[in-house]
């Protein structure tokens, strides 16, 4: 689960696509293997509604890239792939296209950045920005993936875009995102509280942004109290958000709080992510052995389908499988390696830097160790995660 930032259109929560292996097959009969929507709810009414609509009329550029849009939004919101595929198909007239009209040109980078194509994608902004250098869209998700990349520089050029085109508290949170990894946390996290504070009729899903993000602020710089308040405050608005809950449940987990994650989990595991942190509170938990067994018997069914169809979305979470439920610390070394190549944010570091100390490995470190030290990134775990490493060296 990475990094999501934006809950608009813009969430960053990478989802894997339909497996391709071995299906997973439940232990018992009364095992739930999938929760499907129900047929009245007003929001799968509305995509009834619109699919029939682009059904007729399918080369309906306007209601086919608004119907994309909502499969887009249902899709981070149940963190269901299934609708990643859906908008797409909803593009198809343009979606193989060279150069597709603008708004499918930007739709199609967000389902880029979502499976991690961050190059396509950033090709995708490119080309949308110089047709329309006026799309505050295209600048926020550029900001986002450059920050993802570690293209901190880039990123902030990018935000400082967004200020012109956007609020005081949409433009404040992009540069914080910046802020936070270059070691400007602290001053980072002042500004966007108080800026929260000015702006108390932001939408809920701004807020939500908001909020985790001033929850992880917090957790990075040890405060945990002021970070348990953020949470809760977040989950008050959102409590099936999947980006939010794998935050909060490794925050509970690093204050040796697994009871709490197993009740904040409960009927949450088809998310992979937050099956993973599920089943690390198991191991936390004396008598639920068997529990165990089988959530770490489902997770390798799951990153099992995505090595085979070539998913590299979860390799974070496959590195800390590894590592952290089968105490392989080789392989998740390998996977975190594979990881850091595409993405360089803090958890990214943090599952680095674990699997090169649990493989008594330093030198293999540093690289992490490096970039650390070269943007002054300031959290009190990877900071911890140092002291270890160099004095294992």
Known sequence: MNPPFFRLTLALLAICGPAAASPFIPQRGDQVIETLPKRSDPTQQELKRLRAALS????DLA?????AQRYITVGRELTDPRYLGYAEAALAPWYRLPAPPVPVRLLRAT??????????????????????????????????VLTVRGDYAGASRDCARVSGLSNELVAIT????????????????????LTLQRAD???PPIQLWVLTQLAEMATRRGASAVAEARYRRALALAPQDSYLLGAYTDFLLDQHRPADVLALLKG???????????ALALQLTPGRAADLAEARTE?????????????????REQARYELALLNHPES????????????????????????ALAGHDPAAAKPVLDWIAANKTDDVVLARLTRQLKAGA
């Open 268 to 278: 949450q595991q088809r998310v992979d992510a937050l099956l993973l942190r599920y």
């Open 56 to 59: 007729a009329r399918p080369t």
């Open 111 to 144: 389902l880029l950045q979502s499976t991690h194509h961050f190059p396509a994608a950033l090709l995708d902004l490119d080309a949308v920005i110089a047709a329309a250098p006026d799309n505050g869209q295209a600048w926020l998700t550029r900001a986002t």
């Open 299 to 315: 997770l390798g069914a799951r990153f099992s389908a995505a090595m085979q169809r070539g998913d590299t979305v979860h390799q």
């Open 332 to 355: 998740g070394l390998q996977l975190a390696r594979l990881n850091w190549d595409v993405q360089k944010e803090i958890p990214d570091m943090r599952i680095y830097l674990e699997a």
């Open 174 to 193: 992009c540069l914080s995102q910046v802020a936070a990894a270059t070691g400007r946390g602290p001053q980072a996290e002042a500004l966007l509280d």
């Open 63 to 67: 209601l086919a890239t608004d119907l």
């Open 201 to 203: 009729n932001a939408p």
